[in-house]
């Protein structure tokens, strides 16, 4: 809720906890009355679990749920997947900060969110106009088709499959075929 009220454009959360209702009440606030009502793009990591996506990336459609792509372009065993899934950002190797002012090369969909969430950043610095579902949109239907898995479900946004979203973001396309303000 802060972060919203604040003046947030996108949040960007690389975290996991129980279901919560306070918190989905933050996040329901956060994409309908952030942005003086366009909606705070709210990105979210899909969690390292292997398996279904981890809460609350899982928790709506408002949540764009981020997998971790591999180096040779595989979705990361350890990366979570499902039916909100997004889109697929590299997530392995990322260079990141580490405590005591020291860098490390780090994997998981904690580094893949930050790529997406950078994304949307770039979308609303062309446009400040766009509401936080049309940003949603321009990153889905934006992207590369990657990995060995076929994208033979019709969705929201055009093909998808439960292991890339989307696809892998392409931030180029993305900005490009954003309409200017």
């Not at 764009?64 to 350890?78: E, V, Y």
């Not at 580094?111 to 446009?127: F, K, S, T, W």
Request: proline fraction near 4%.
């Amino acid at each position: 809720n802060w972060a919203w009220k604040n003046g947030a454009d996108v949040i960007s959360c690389s975290w996991w906890c129980y279901q919560n209702e306070l918190l989905e009440e933050a996040i329901d606030n956060a994409v309908t009355k952030g942005r003086e009502g366009k909606g705070c793009v709210f990105v979210k990591s899909a969690g390292n679990t292997g398996g279904p996506i981890s809460y609350p990336g899982d928790y709506s459609q408002d949540v764009l749920a981020i997998a971790n792509m591999t180096i040779n372009g595989a979705l990361s065993t350890s990366s979570g997947h499902g039916d909100n899934l997004l889109v697929t950002a590299p997530g392995t190797n990322i260079l990141s900060t580490i405590p005591n002012n020291q860098i490390a090369k780090k994997s998981g969909t904690s580094m893949a969110c930050p790529h997406v969430a950078g994304l949307a950043a770039l979308i609303l610095e062309r446009n400040p106009s766009l509401t936080a579902k049309k940003v949603r949109e321009i990153i889905a239907k934006n992207t590369k088709k990657v990995g060995t898995r076929p994208y033979n479900i019709n969705k929201t946004y055009g093909t998808w499959n439960e292991y890339y979203g989307y696809g892998l973001i392409d931030a180029y396309k993305a900005v490009i075929n954003t309409p200017r303000n």
